[in-house]
């Protein structure tokens, strides 16, 4: 039985199913063409394609610029989700995951405007058009390629990062320790402590502001009894000269001192009676008593606020070490700065692969500008001059038709003038008319009367 089935139709319905079969064929291959991924990327970038179909050789140059575009979004989602990873620690992965995403979409969204926006202009017009959308992609480069040299620098970037932050804690810890002495010296009067003060109880400070005060009430003190006893040892001197063997005078039955010598004991007596000294002598012992305990509680509060001071510049240390744990973008750009300019070399590198980073995220404008303009842009080109035309000739139809338009209007506004001018005329003259036949009735009925009487 399948020896009995024919190879193809019998004549007379073989060109119906040639026919039928080149339309097929046709059908097959305008969808494989409007369909699939080739198709996918060159939408991508705008590409009709009723009119590549007519220029069907350029149709792997403009799938594999489409490819370009997409692999361009592609690197910047993959960069921004890099980048996020590494300014917020700890972020998810599917967050990092779903700004890359966002930002990839973004990229592909403004290349894929920047290169369809440039099909269809040759010569210098294309040029004017990509330069300035060769800037724009090269700024959007730039977004790109921060993030992946990071992460090609990134050992040495966290290397030249812990290296500064030994060097700020170091620094630190210098400017806490000269600005909180040990000893308790106020440092407020100076300038350059304004931002490295800490507050510690107990301070020696005060004890020794205590000393101080103690120390001078002692020596005022002393100062006080040693004039009286100045004073004393005076009057005892005038006392004894006074008084001596050699002024006494016979008095009565024997020798006998004189008054002035009564006198200088009186007043002797009376000095020491009326002095406060004994008082003073006795604040005096009071006050050494309290300057040796305080001296005693010098000693042993040193020793305590010492350790305190340690402790807190400790703490303000450990703080600010822990606040140096995230690597913030601006500090890991300025270390790649640092490693990039330490060495001739790695500054070499690091604007090579700027280079390099920057022309793949330009690649699709450059692409574009380095290919020049294709067939496909000079029939495009021709279709929207072909388009302009239309639609001026279109505006210009539309015009003359607006115009003949309005005359018809006018002229049939003319015309309904003319009518209503005469419509109007001739109900006026009826109405004058009218007018005259009453007057001469009346003027007849008035005639008719006048006659009668």
């Known amino acids: 039985m399948a020896a009995d089935t024919p190879v193809r139709p019998p004549e007379e319905s073989y060109d119906a199913w040639a026919a039928e079969a080149a339309h097929a064929h046709s059908t ?8 699939g991924p080739a198709a996918f990327l060159r939408r991508l970038i705008g590409v009709r394609e009723e009119i590549l179909d007519r220029e069907s050789a350029e149709r792997a140059r403009y799938t594999w610029y489409g490819a370009i575009v997409l692999n361009t979004a592609l690197l910047g989602g993959a960069s921004m989700a890099m980048a996020i990873g590494t300014v917020r620690e700890g972020t998810p992965v599917a967050g990092a995951v779903a700004v890359g995403v966002v930002w990839a979409w973004i990229v592909l969204a403004l290349d894929s405007w920047l290169v369809s926006s440039t099909h269809g202009y040759t010569g210098g017009r294309a040029v ?4 300035p959308r060769l800037f724009l992609s090269v700024v959007l480069g730039l977004t790109i390629a921060e993030p992946l040299l990071f992460q090609i620098f990134d050992r040495e970037i966290r290397q030249e990062m812990a290296v500064d932050r030994e060097r700020d804690l170091a620094d630190f810890r210098g400017g806490l320790t000269a600005c909180n002495p040990l000893d308790g010296t106020d440092t407020t009067p100076r300038a350059d402590c304004d931002d490295f ?5 107990g301070a020696p400070a005060s004890i020794k502001e205590d000393i101080a005060d103690n120390t001078g009430a002692v020596t005022r003190l002393g100062r006080q009894i040693k004039s009286y006893n100045d004073t004393l040892d005076k009057k005892l001197a005038t006392e004894r000269r006074e008084c001596a063997r050699n002024r006494w005078i016979w ?3 024997g020798w006998d001192t004189t008054e002035t010598c009564e006198r200088a004991r009186a007043d002797t007596s009376a000095y020491k009676r009326t002095s406060k000294v004994a008082q003073y002598e006795e604040k005096r012992a009071e006050l050494v008593t309290k300057g040796n305990a305080l001296s005693e509680q010098l000693i042993s509060t040193g020793t305590a606020y010492r350790a305190d001071v340690k402790k807190a510049i400790d703490a303000k240390v450990a703080e600010r070490k822990d606040s140096q744990q995230h690597d913030g973008l601006l500090l890991r750009a300025d270390a790649l700065s640092t490693v990039a300019w330490s060495d ?4 070499f590198i690091t604007f090579l692969l700027h280079a390099v980073l920057l022309l793949v995220d330009a690649m699709p404008v450059l692409a574009k500008l380095m290919s020049g303009p294709s067939e496909y842009d000079r029939r495009l080109g021709e279709r929207r001059e072909a388009n302009q035309r239309i639609h001026l000739e279109d505006l210009d139809v539309r015009r003359q038709v607006a115009g003949i338009d309005h005359e018809v209007r006018r002229y049939a506004a003319e015309v309904r003038a003319e009518e209503d001018k005469a419509r109007l005329g001739h109900a006026r003259y009826k109405a004058r008319a009218e007018h005259a036949r009453m007057v001469r009735e009346e003027l007849d009925a008035r005639t008719a009367r006048l006659l009668g009487e």
């Open 128 to 131: 004017r058009m990509l330069v």
């Open 197 to 201: 003060h800490l507050t510690v109880k």
């Open 251 to 253: 008095r009565g039955n």
């Open 28 to 35: 097959r291959d305008a969808r494989r063409r409007t369909h």
């Open 344 to 347: 001739g070399f790695a500054l």
